[in-house]
């Protein structure tokens, strides 16, 4: 893996757990994903545009592919938000997160021809495993038999997996510029979600009143985070950006842990040397 891109992806990794970090902060609904969205189509509107008047025309395929992702990323989101309401999220976010990179990788190797050696798997499962411990494990503070909760983090680990080689292809092999790709997935988002935002417009205006700089750097993060880990799939392997985009989870929980009480400091920090130890394998490797 090169330095550049194993730079792009741990900056994009800190860039995520950033936005997580104020998301958490300010705890709301659908109507926060709709004003970093919206803003974030705004702010990033500019860079768009220049990008888009520089480039050459999109094609049908290139469209179809713009188009798919869009779709996949709002289908992401929506069940995710989906399994938090009817799951466990001790049950649905380490699946998701760990089921995720796996299948990047499978889905990689199966369509895009990558190739994997055994350092980079065994690099990759470390990862994917610290990660799974970290947020407590399947079945951590687990209600009933989990089976609906197992069932969601599965699915939206198949859908992190469909859309990360989805997004690869589009940028490495159809020459889709990174910022376009991800400037229509917050595009899309801000013109589904709008009507929701109408309905809550009274909490829409209370989180702006409150909580006005953490959406703002919700909303210049979010896009940011993505558009470095896609400019890192126009010339670097899937097998490598998905498992180390995994380190913005430790550095999440590690953010909850220090800055907001949550605790369980001791364990954390254990399972973040386990994560460490399998990004340095993944990044000698190759």
Not at 82 to 105: F, H, Q
Not at 204 to 216: G, P, R
Not at 269 to 286: K, Q, R
Request: proline share 4%; aromatic share 12%; hydrophobic share 55%.
């Amino acid at each position: 893996m090169t330095l550049l891109g194993f730079s792009l992806v741990l900056t994009a990794a800190f860039c995520h757990a950033t936005w997580n970090f104020f998301v958490k902060r300010v705890n709301a609904g659908p109507e926060l994903v709709w004003m970093f969205s919206t803003i974030s189509a705004v702010v990033y509107f500019p860079a768009a545009l220049f990008v888009w008047l520089r480039s050459d025309a999109l094609d049908m395929t290139q469209w179809i592919f713009v188009l798919g992702s869009v779709a996949l990323h709002m289908a992401y989101f929506l069940l995710l938000q989906l399994g938090y309401r009817k799951g466990d999220l001790s049950i649905v976010y380490p699946t998701a997160r760990s089921t995720g990179p796996l299948l990047s990788t499978t889905f990689a190797v199966l369509v895009l021809g990558e190739v994997i050696t055994l350092q980079i798997a065994v690099g990759g499962l470390i990862i994917v495993f610290g990660v799974l411990m970290l947020t407590g494990g399947i079945g951590h503070g687990r209600r009933g038999d989990g089976t609906t909760s197992l069932i969601f983090g599965l699915t939206v680990g198949v859908l992190i997996g469909t859309y990360t080689v989805w997004d690869a292809y589009a940028v490495s092999v159809l020459i889709v510029p990174p910022l376009i790709l991800d400037y229509a997935s917050s595009l899309g988002r801000s013109a589904v979600m709008t009507p929701v935002a109408i309905r809550r417009w009274p909490q829409v205006k209370l989180i702006w009143v409150e909580h006005k700089m953490a959406v703002i750097w919700i909303a210049l993060l979010n896009p940011l985070a993505y558009i470095l880990v896609l400019y890192a799939m126009t010339f670097t392997p899937v097998v490598f950006v998905a498992p180390i985009r995994e380190t913005s989870v430790l550095l999440s929980v590690l953010a909850g842990s220090l800055l907001l009480g949550e605790g369980n400091l001791k364990h954390r920090l254990g399972w973040a040397i386990v994560i460490l130890a399998g990004v340095s394998i993944l990044a000698t490797s190759g």
